[in-house]
C-alpha cells in the first residue's frame, strides 16, 4: 500500500482520541460498586470501567497537554489564557483541552497537507500544506476569539437594561453593592456572571474598586469600562452613585440605538455583492432570455442561433 494511505489512517486515529474527549459525557464517576458499601467485595477492572470516556482518557491527554505545554512559548501561552479569559473560561474548554487540540490539530493538518503534497510536488500544493498546519494549529485559537466577541456583545447588549435596574434599585434605598446583586441575581448572560463574580471578589476582601477594575480588565469591553471609571471616580470625589447610574445608563442607550443605526446603514452595502453575483443574473436570464431567443429567430431563421 502506498505511504499515504499509512499517513491518512494516522492522522484519523490522532483525531479520534480528541473527538472522543470533547464529545464524551460528563457521567457520574462510579469508583466503587455498591456492594463495597454493603461491606463486600468490588471488581476493579468493573469500577474503572464504569467510568466515563472522558475520565478514562484523561492520563493520555494529561500527557499530551503536558508536551503541548512544553511546545508552546511562554507568550503564546500568556495570550491563550487570555483569550479563555475573555472567552469567560467555558467549562467544556479547559487550557490543558486546547492546548491537545491545537497539537492534533496541528498534527492532523500536517499529516493531511503531506498526503496532498505527495501527489502533487508543486509549490501551491507547499503552500497548501503549511496553509493546514497553521489552520488545523490555530483553529482553537480562533474560535476562543469567536467566543470572546459574542460575549462581548452580549455584555454591550444588556449594559444598559443592567443600568437601568441598577439606577431604580439604588433610587429605591438599596446601595451600590445590594443593587448590583440584584442585577447579577435577576439577570442573564455573562455581564450577571461577571456582576456576581465581582461582588464575591468584595465579599473576601477585595477593595471594590480594585474588584471594578479586575471586571473591565476581564471583559475588555470599552462601554463597561467606561461606567467602571465613572463609578471609581464618583466614589473617589464624592460624587452620588445614583446621579452616575441615571447618567450612564441614558449614555448606554444612546449608544446602543447608535449601533442599531449603524447596522441598519451597513446592510446595503453587505447586501450588493449576493445581489450582483446571485440575483442579478438571474433576473438577466429570465427578463432577457426570451428577448434573445426571439432576436435569434428573426435575424437567422427559425432555427436561431440558440438551438
Same mark, same amino acid.
Given at each position: 500500500?502506498?505511504?499515504?494511505?499509512?499517513l491518512?489512517?494516522?492522522? &484519523? @486515529?490522532?483525531?479520534?482520541?480528541?473527538?472522543?474527549?470533547?464529545?464524551?459525557?460528563?457521567?457520574?464517576?462510579?469508583?466503587?460498586?455498591?456492594?463495597? !458499601?454493603?461491606?463486600?467485595?468490588?471488581?476493579?477492572?468493573?469500577?474503572?470501567?464504569?467510568?466515563?470516556?472522558?475520565?478514562?482518557?484523561?492520563?493520555l491527554?494529561?500527557?499530551?497537554?503536558?508536551?503541548?505545554?512544553?511546545?508552546?512559548?511562554?507568550?503564546?501561552?500568556?495570550?491563550?489564557e487570555?483569550?479563555?479569559?475573555?472567552a469567560?473560561?467555558?467549562?467544556?474548554?479547559? &487550557?490543558?483541552?486546547?492546548?491537545?487540540?491545537?497539537?492534533v490539530?496541528?498534527?492532523?493538518?500536517?499529516?493531511?497537507?503531506?498526503?496532498?503534497?505527495?501527489?502533487?510536488?508543486?509549490?501551491?500544493?507547499?503552500? !497548501?500544506?503549511?496553509?493546514?498546519?497553521?489552520?488545523?494549529?490555530?483553529?482553537?485559537?480562533?474560535?476562543?476569539?469567536?467566543?470572546?466577541?459574542?460575549?462581548?456583545?452580549?455584555?454591550?447588549?444588556?449594559?444598559?437594561?443592567?443600568?437601568?435596574?441598577m439606577?431604580? @434599585?439604588?433610587? @429605591?434605598?438599596?446601595?451600590?453593592?445590594?443593587?448590583?446583586?440584584?442585577?447579577?441575581?435577576?439577570?442573564?448572560?455573562?455581564?450577571?456572571?461577571?456582576?456576581v463574580?465581582?461582588?464575591?471578589?468584595v465579599?473576601?476582601?477585595?477593595?471594590?474598586?480594585?474588584?471594578?477594575?479586575?471586571?473591565?480588565?476581564?471583559?475588555?469591553?470599552?462601554?463597561?469600562?467606561?461606567?467602571? !471609571?465613572?463609578?471609581?471616580?464618583?466614589?473617589?470625589?464624592? &460624587?452620588?452613585?445614583?446621579?452616575?447610574?441615571?447618567?450612564? @445608563?441614558?449614555?448606554?442607550?444612546?449608544?446602543?440605538r447608535?449601533?442599531?443605526?449603524?447596522r441598519?446603514?451597513?446592510?446595503?452595502?453587505?447586501?450588493?455583492?449576493?445581489?450582483?453575483?446571485?440575483?442579478?443574473?438571474?433576473?438577466?436570464?429570465?427578463?432577457l432570455?426570451p428577448?434573445?431567443?426571439?432576436?435569434?429567430?428573426?435575424?437567422f431563421?427559425?432555427?436561431?442561433?440558440?438551438?
Amino acid at each position: 500500500m502506498p505511504l499515504t494511505v499509512y499517513l491518512s489512517a494516522a492522522a &484519523i @486515529a490522532l483525531s479520534v482520541p480528541l473527538l472522543w474527549w470533547s464529545v464524551a459525557g460528563a457521567r457520574a464517576n462510579k469508583l466503587v460498586d455498591r456492594s463495597v !458499601l454493603m461491606g463486600g467485595s468490588t471488581d476493579l477492572r468493573a469500577a474503572v470501567l464504569q467510568q466515563s470516556a472522558q475520565v478514562r482518557a484523561q492520563p493520555l491527554m494529561g500527557g499530551l497537554a503536558r508536551f503541548a505545554r512544553r511546545l508552546t512559548p511562554v507568550g503564546w501561552f500568556e495570550s491563550l489564557e487570555h483569550r479563555l479569559m475573555l472567552a469567560g473560561r467555558p467549562v467544556e474548554w479547559t &487550557i490543558e483541552r486546547v492546548l491537545v487540540a491545537k497539537i492534533v490539530l496541528g498534527a492532523v493538518g500536517l499529516l493531511l497537507g503531506f498526503w496532498l503534497f505527495a501527489g502533487n510536488r508543486t509549490l501551491l500544493w507547499l503552500l !497548501l500544506w503549511g496553509g493546514l498546519v497553521a489552520l488545523g494549529y490555530f483553529t482553537p485559537d480562533l474560535l476562543l476569539h469567536s467566543r470572546g466577541m459574542e460575549r462581548r456583545d452580549a455584555i454591550a447588549r444588556a449594559l444598559p437594561d443592567t443600568l437601568d435596574q441598577m439606577t431604580i @434599585a439604588v433610587e @429605591a434605598g438599596l446601595g451600590f453593592e445590594a443593587a448590583m446583586a440584584r442585577a447579577g441575581r435577576t439577570g442573564q448572560g455573562p455581564l450577571a456572571e461577571e456582576l456576581v463574580r465581582t461582588l464575591q471578589e468584595v465579599q473576601i476582601g477585595v477593595p471594590r474598586a480594585k474588584a471594578l477594575r479586575n471586571l473591565a480588565d476581564r471583559t475588555e469591553q470599552a462601554d463597561l469600562r467606561h461606567f467602571v !471609571l465613572a463609578v471609581v471616580q464618583a466614589e473617589s470625589y464624592g &460624587i452620588p452613585v445614583a446621579d452616575v447610574l441615571r447618567t450612564q @445608563a441614558a449614555e448606554q442607550r444612546v449608544k446602543r440605538r447608535q449601533r442599531a443605526e449603524e447596522r441598519a446603514m451597513k446592510i446595503p452595502v453587505k447586501i450588493i455583492f449576493p445581489l450582483i453575483l446571485c440575483i442579478l443574473p438571474t433576473l438577466f436570464i429570465v427578463i432577457l432570455g426570451p428577448a434573445a431567443i426571439q432576436m435569434s429567430r428573426t435575424l437567422f431563421g427559425e432555427g436561431g442561433a440558440f438551438s
